[in-house]
């Protein structure tokens, strides 16, 4: 079979397969739903055609999986239960796509495959599995086909939250299970990196952060199952995402990493003194990152409790005053997460399992994003249900999410991760222009910004996240409507 390993960086086409539905797969019979997981698969099979990697006889992945590959299926299982009112469809990839996924890869000549995901600490794993059916469904398959090897929890931490309190459970997965890379002075976040430790992550020590990420140290750790994949395939769920602006196929490589505090994804202070967290400066919410380092430092339980007792006070003052957005980087103005994904995404395709870097693609990874319900609104954690009735596949990442940002009615200039992907860096993500991504399949064919650009209005009405709606500004007026963001 022909070396493909390039295609992921080289192929700018992102195809679009409609399903019979936008909605998934349901049991009642006289529902308009899809009828069942068959139409997944189909919508797959479509986009496999349409890109090179498959057809009827050898199944969607038949072309690009050689005999004796091993296979990693990369989905997004953020958590166990959306922490708003949108439910569990818009949160994570369906099953559907999971299974449909898994079984074409079985179809081939694959020695083995396996689904992994790293979702935040808090997430119930055999909870999410259960409520998905994925763990009967992977227990029996895992009986009929020797090949199939489960469904792994990459987490090295997992954490549950009383009264608001972290409690975490650490070194839940062995280190021998992970290669550790610094991308050193390469790292996209060297640019943004002092001697202050300003990085940040949600509920997380940031002085475990300062031991991995500093000037000239840029540390991730990486679950080996991913780096010894010959192929990966990779699910993410399309969503809004309220510090990235947009999860996809980039953001999602954030679930190949074993530990939080090698995730930056904001740095300290407002814009005004040089950090990301929110715009301009504010006293009132200065000092609630104060007291929430001291929480987050602390392994005393009950002190614990005090400084989020005294942090609860402080954001309820925020908001009283007028505050949306929070201390956690969720706006526009957050230029720390995009490094940090962009980071994965670069070692994905050339990192090897000893942890060098090869000048050329180590492994061949293609994308398929469920956007058949995609997420809208204060995703990842939070979104809303959108129903696009869409599978959208790619050889590449960033023209996937792109295209992604497209379809979520943002301008993709306006959208870091999506327009620095095609940055001219080491171990580049594309070698191609954004101007240079051609749409094909059921949304017609042509330079998906010419496409898009030529629509009378959006084609999806979208509820955006608060500090990410001047993102979108420029998409509606160039319509000659107001966006109807909330």
């Known amino acids: 079979?022909?070396?493909?390993?390039?295609?992921?960086?080289?192929?700018?086409?992102?195809?679009?397969?409609?399903?019979?539905?936008?909605?998934?797969?349901?049991?009642?019979?006289?529902?308009?739903?899809?009828?069942?997981?068959?139409?997944?698969?189909?919508?797959?099979?479509?986009?496999?055609?349409?890109?090179?990697?498959?057809?009827?006889?050898?199944?969607?992945?038949?072309?690009?999986?050689?005999?004796?590959?091993?296979?990693?299926?990369?989905?997004?299982?953020?958590?166990?239960?959306?922490?708003?009112?949108?439910?569990?469809?818009?949160?994570?990839?369906?099953?559907?796509?999971?299974?449909?996924?898994?079984?074409?890869?079985?179809?081939?000549?694959?020695?083995?495959?396996?689904?992994?995901?790293?979702?935040?600490?808090?997430?119930?794993?055999?909870?999410?599995?259960?409520?998905?059916?994925?763990?009967?469904?992977?227990?029996?398959?895992?009986?009929?086909?020797?090949?199939?090897?489960?469904?792994?929890?990459?987490?090295?931490?997992?954490?549950?939250?009383?009264?608001g309190v972290r409690a975490a459970s650490e070194n839940m997965r062995d280190e021998s299970e992970f290669t550790l890379f610094d991308l050193g002075r390469e790292s996209l976040l060297e640019p943004i990196t002092d001697e202050s430790g300003a990085f940040r992550v949600t509920c997380y020590d940031p002085r475990l952060m300062r031991r991995t990420h500093a000037p000239g140290r840029h540390q991730y750790l990486i679950a080996r199952a991913v780096l010894d994949a010959d192929v990966v395939i990779n699910l993410p769920k399309l969503k809004t995402h309220k510090k990235a602006g947009i999860t996809c196929a980039l953001k999602n490589l954030i679930g190949i990493n074993g530990n939080k505090e090698f995730l930056p994804h904001h740095r300290l202070g407002g814009a005004q003194s040089g950090g990301d967290c929110y715009p301009g400066a504010s006293p009132l919410k200065r000092s609630l990152e104060y007291v929430l380092d001291r929480e987050n430092s602390t392994a005393r339980p009950a002190l614990g409790k005090v400084w989020h007792g005294l942090g609860v006070q402080l954001e309820r003052a925020a908001r009283i005053a007028g505050d949306g957005l929070g201390v956690e980087g969720s706006w526009s103005g957050n230029d720390t997460v995009w490094r940090t994904a962009l980071d994965l995404n670069r070692v994905l395709l050339y990192g090897r399992p000893d942890a060098t870097f090869s000048d050329h693609p180590a492994r061949l990874v293609v994308h398929v994003a469920d956007a058949v319900v995609a997420g809208q609104g204060d995703g990842p954690l939070a979104p809303e249900a959108l129903p696009m009735g869409l599978l959208v596949g790619a050889w590449n990442a960033a023209a996937l999410d792109w295209a992604g940002a497209h379809l979520l009615g943002y301008d993709p200039a306006r959208v870091s991760i999506a327009r620095e992907a095609f940055g001219q860096f080491r171990w580049p993500l594309a070698t191609f222009a954004h101007e240079a991504v051609q749409l094909c399949g059921d949304l017609g064919e042509g330079a998906a910004d010419e496409m898009f650009g030529r629509a009378s209005a959006p084609l999806f009405q979208v509820n955006h996240p608060e500090g990410w709606r001047d993102a979108a500004a420029v998409v509606a007026e160039n319509n000659g409507a107001r966006s109807r963001s909330k």
């Not at 989905?75 to 449909?100: D, K, W, Y």
């Not at 079985?106 to 259960?130: I, K, M, Y």
């Open 1 to 163: 079979m022909k070396d493909l390993r390039n295609n992921s960086c080289d192929d700018a086409r992102v195809a679009v397969a409609k399903t019979p539905a936008a909605r998934y797969p349901s049991d009642d019979s006289s529902s308009t739903a899809v009828s069942d997981a068959d139409d997944i698969a189909l919508a797959l099979l479509r986009l496999a055609r349409e890109l090179g990697w498959g057809d009827e006889a050898s199944g969607a992945f038949g072309h690009v999986i050689p005999k004796g590959a091993r296979v990693l299926i990369k989905p997004n299982f953020v958590m166990h239960v959306n922490q708003g009112a949108g439910g569990i469809e818009p949160l994570v990839t369906h099953q559907s796509l999971v299974r449909a996924a898994v079984e074409a890869a079985l179809q081939t000549g694959a020695a083995e495959v396996s689904v992994g995901d790293a979702p935040v600490q808090g997430c119930d794993f055999p909870a999410l599995l259960r409520a998905t059916g994925l763990d009967v469904w992977s227990a029996d398959l895992m009986r009929r086909d020797k090949r199939f090897r489960g469904i792994r929890d990459f987490r090295r931490t997992i954490a549950v939250f009383t009264d």
